[in-house]
């Protein structure tokens, strides 16, 4: 049974960090593309940053320079670290891994983490 499971979100105020993590079981972690994704109430889910299996990073243009990506493969768990968070990164995070296979993606999600930011 693939299980992906988020933790660290929270309340925190403009200007503050948290780190989101997500703990994957029951795939090949280190073969996974792995995401976090975030939406916000009213609004579609928008990725936010990926890294993959060579631990080549991407992110979103309005994270760049305030968000760090990284996994570590000996724990099956990705990280997302958060600075200077401001009202507009309020969402519902959520982790994705992803695979491709001959017949298409594979897609496992996590059940998303709270992330508020206000004062």
């Known amino acids: 049974q693939v299980q992906l499971v988020e933790s660290g979100g929270g309340l925190v105020q403009p200007g503050g960090s948290l780190s989101l993590s997500c703990a994957a079981s029951g795939i090949m972690f280190n073969g996974y593309f792995m995401g976090w994704y975030r939406q916000a109430p009213g609004l579609q889910r928008e990725l936010v940053a990926s890294?993959?299996?060579?631990?080549?990073?991407n992110y979103a243009d309005s994270v760049k320079g305030r968000f760090t990506i990284s996994r570590n493969n000996a724990k099956n768990t990705v990280y997302l670290q958060m600075n200077s968070l401001k009202p507009e990164d309020t969402a519902v995070y959520y982790c994705n891994a992803r695979q491709a296979l001959s017949g298409g993606l594979q897609d496992f999600w996590g059940q998303g983490t709270q992330v508020t930011v206000s004062s």
């Open positions: 890294i993959s299996r060579y631990f080549s990073t």
